[in-house]
């Protein structure tokens, strides 16, 4: 092993120094080279593992960008909250002991906050688990994202001019999928007949989304994908119309990154880990510059399209036919939620955030083995509630500071005048047809817990 052939090497080095110096006698430092050293395992001396080895790569890589010797002793500050980490570990233990009945071992959960701090990174439940591959750290690990692509899918068809009361058939049909015929079905195995955006991302209905796919086509999406930082999904060839349905792999940790899209209204957080490092004598020798990507993924017309979303995902009348009205993703203050089951039950997702917080969440196996009929409503949910009601105060609400001024035209299609809030729920589903376009503004109404 790596690590102990290191510090069997520093070890030695110590005591040559020490017998140098006359700490020691010849006959004493003899008597401890000589000694049998024996690996304890299963000694957790490590707090938040997985986050500590990144954090020490990144050390690391600043120490050689400065030219600080190894030696040299160094404060190092994070943005992790270890109390956090401790109870959603402590939740997850007896999750995991209800889930297991039905194959699930291991859990990942992601916490950022709006200016991308990482505040929690639980890559497994248990590190030095290794029956269950515990060092593992599935918030890395590709996985499938399944349905919490979405969001990233009618958020372009809003680009495209689609709004919220825009209908799309959800009916059965077949679709060509890498030269073969694909059926997708939706998680209850129905139909819907005509369904609004609002309802069909609000319910996570399947055919409707790889419907409007096909009007918009893949590699639209999949450019959307790039800029979002889920680069992973790199060809529209290789991933296919399956693509918006979350069939090409992402990792926990990215996803969780790319909703930072929705809940910083178009402004994507950058990842970062440490606030400051300083010197022994308490001299700040390092410290983070707040970025953020402050380019407009969908031009002037970003803000509203990114409010839009959050409107729907806040929505819980909206999801009550797929979820009911008291499940998992509602919480006593407004948030905004997305599940995601792969079709083969290995990976159940919940992503979410509120104006402060994202958080995502992973279920799965960690040996790849497929779980029995866990959905990310009753595998993921529950974690991600507990999560974000951990670390989020209830004395806020989702503040939209203007009305937004659009343009309704015979053939639905909306075209932005300015980026602020709308609730399109208050829309009628139908207008007549006029020969001038009309210019109406909406009262925004709060969103519904």
């Not at 020490?18 to 707090?47: C, G, H, P, Q």
């Not at 419907?211 to 994908?225: A, C, K, P, W």
């Not at 999560?387 to 989020?392: F, M």
Request: charged content about 20%; proline content about 2%.
């Amino acid at each position: 092993m790596q690590i102990w052939g290191l510090g069997l090497k520093r070890m030695n080095l110590v005591l040559e120094r020490m017998l140098k110096n006359d700490y020691i006698t010849e006959v004493e430092f003899r008597s401890a080279i000589e000694e049998e050293l024996f690996i304890k395992e299963n000694i957790n001396l490590l707090k938040a593992p997985h986050f500590s080895m990144m954090v020490n790569d990144e050390v690391n890589e600043i120490r050689k960008e400065l030219e600080i010797d190894l030696s040299t002793e160094l404060k190092v500050y994070t943005t992790y909250d270890y109390s956090v980490h401790s109870e959603i570990l402590t939740f997850l233990d007896n999750q995991m002991k209800e889930l297991e009945q039905k194959g699930a071992n291991n859990s990942a959960v992601i916490i950022t906050d709006n200016n991308g701090a990482l505040i929690t990174m639980i890559g497994s439940v248990d590190f030095f688990d290794k029956e269950n591959n515990g060092e593992y750290n599935h918030s890395l690990g590709l996985i499938q994202p399944a349905s919490t692509l979405k969001p990233f899918l009618y958020a372009l068809a809003f680009d495209k001019g689609y709004i919220p009361q825009s209908v799309i058939l959800d009916k059965l049909r077949i679709f060509e999928v890498k030269g073969e015929d694909f059926t997708p079905h939706n998680a209850d195995l129905k139909e819907h007949g005509l369904q609004t955006i609002t309802l069909s991302l609000a319910n996570s209905y399947n055919l409707p989304a790889m419907i409007m796919t096909e009007r918009l086509g893949v590699e639209s999406f999949i450019d959307l994908m790039k800029q979002v930082g889920l680069g992973s999904i790199n060809s529209a060839s290789e991933c296919g119309i399956v693509a918006t349905v979350g069939a090409c792999e992402v990792s926990l940790f990215a996803l969780t990154y790319a909703y930072s899209l929705f809940q910083n209204e178009g402004e994507l957080s950058t990842p970062y880990m440490i606030d400051r490092i300083e010197d022994s004598s308490g001299t700040i020798i390092w410290e983070h510059k707040q970025e953020k990507n402050s380019s407009k993924i969908f031009g002037e017309n970003t803000v509203a399209i990114t409010q839009m979303i959050t409107n729907i995902l806040s929505d819980n009348d909206a999801r009550r036919d797929q979820f009911g009205s008291l499940s998992s993703l509602r919480t006593s203050f407004p948030s905004a939620a997305k599940t995601g089951t792969t079709q083969n039950f290995k990976d159940a997702l919940t992503m979410g955030y509120t104006p402060e917080y994202i958080v995502g969440v992973w279920v799965g196996n960690s040996l790849g083995r497929e779980m029995d009929g866990l959905y990310g409503s009753v595998a993921a949910a529950p974690i991600w509630n507990y999560s974000i009601n951990l670390v989020t105060a209830n004395d806020y609400e989702f503040n939209y500071s203007e009305l937004l001024k659009i343009t309704i035209c015979s053939d639905d299609i909306v075209k932005f005048n300015t980026s602020s809030n709308i609730d399109f729920n208050s829309f009628n589903q139908g207008f007549e047809d006029t020969t001038d376009c009309q210019n109406i503004t909406f009262d925004y109404n709060p969103l519904k817990n």
